[in-house]
């Protein structure tokens, strides 16, 4: 069952339950890993429909930062409850523990003259792709190179 069914059904239920915060939000999802599709012209991956999911996660932490700022606290909170529906569809994000050891191995295997921020990151966002919140991993590696 690819994500797109599995949030199809889901959306079903939520319908059934009457639960519209969560209808509504796993409707979002659809629209743009429809438009997704119909942006590429051919059926999406698993790890295109990630992406995409990824994508909206990020929208939503970015909404909750600004939201959080200008003191709208029932909307920051409306948008970490979306932001929870849609995560239960990605990969289990790894620690920061876990992510400052790879980072770590990572600054050890480059030469010290190329150590830099953007070589570092360079080396380890392939290894954290959709593990890993990418703000996370530069405040580490930034933290890691002082």
Known sequence: MTIKDQISADMKDAMRAKD????????????????????????????????????????????IAEYTKANRIELADKEAKERDILAKYLPAQKSEAEVKQIILEAIAGIDAAQRNQGNVMKVVMPKLKGLADGNLVRQIVTDALK
């Not at 599709?37 to 939503?60: I, N, Y």
């Open 20 to 63: 519209q915060l969560k209808v509504d939000t796993l409707r979002a999802a659809l629209s743009a890993i429809t438009y997704k599709k119909v942006e590429t012209g051919a059926d999406l991956s698993t790890d295109d429909e990630l992406a995409v999911l990824q994508k909206q996660v990020k929208q939503r932490n970015d909404s």
